[in-house]
């Protein structure tokens, strides 16, 4: 099956089938909204409101772009003018726990097993992760990753103050659903890890987006 994945750049993106979900199988790499509005960018620290509509290349280096796409706000990766591709959109904490849901129930933890969360070498890719010796753990023997298809890189994020962290190391995507007021919930997968860990964080953070088939 063909399916049309492309951004308001004209950036087209592959695509992965995982049960019933059909995810990109890159992070976001738009500077415009679906209307053709840019998307700002700024090396300033910015405020947590909904002014903060930015995205970047880490580290602000436009060479990060093609392989880690780029870091949003959720304020950005929320705006009604859209920042996806027609067709998809930013997913929803529990569509991050269908997948989840999916992957475990079908054997794709480390060990085999169908309890517990133990995916995040299903998710993540076979190239760009720090190496770690931990059983289990994304880094070790990256050859053994990415059984899902999923290819999960870690892209790191940026903090509101205008530092970039993480690179190599963990990766950080948006759902379009708040914890609260201020928190939406988030998923994150480092190279220390077996889990994909569900948490919350600040709107105005720069996080990667993977976007879902309407």
């Known amino acids: 099956e063909l399916v049309e994945c492309k951004d308001a750049d004209e950036n087209y993106y592959s695509v992965v089938k995982i049960g019933t979900q059909t995810w990109m199988l890159e992070n976001l790499k738009t500077t ?125 994020y940026r903090h509101h103050s205008g530092t970039f962290y993480g690179i190599g190391y963990n990766g950080y995507w948006w759902s379009s659903t708040r914890f609260d007021a201020w928190d939406p919930w988030y998923k994150v997968l480092g190279y220390l890890s077996a889990a994909l860990v569900r948490s919350a964080d600040y709107m105005y953070n720069g996080f990667s987006v993977r976007c879902i088939r309407d």
């Open 32 to 156: 415009r909204y679906r209307n053709g509005d840019a998307i700002g960018t700024t090396t300033a620290e910015i405020p947590n409101d909904a002014t903060s509509k930015y995205q970047w290349a880490y580290g602000g280096n436009e060479a990060n772009v093609a392989k880690y796409g780029r870091l949003y706000t959720w304020y950005a990766a929320a705006d009604s003018r859209n920042i996806v591709p027609a067709g998809w959109h930013v997913p929803t904490d529990a569509e991050w726990t269908t997948l989840e849901t999916y992957l475990i129930s079908n054997g794709y933890n480390y060990d085999g097993t169908t309890t517990g969360n133990k995916i995040s070498k299903a998710l993540a890719a076979t190239t760009d992760w720090n190496t770690y010796t931990g059983t289990g753990t994304i880094g070790n023997d990256l050859t053994k990753n990415n059984s899902s298809g999923f290819s999960a890189l870690p892209g790191g």
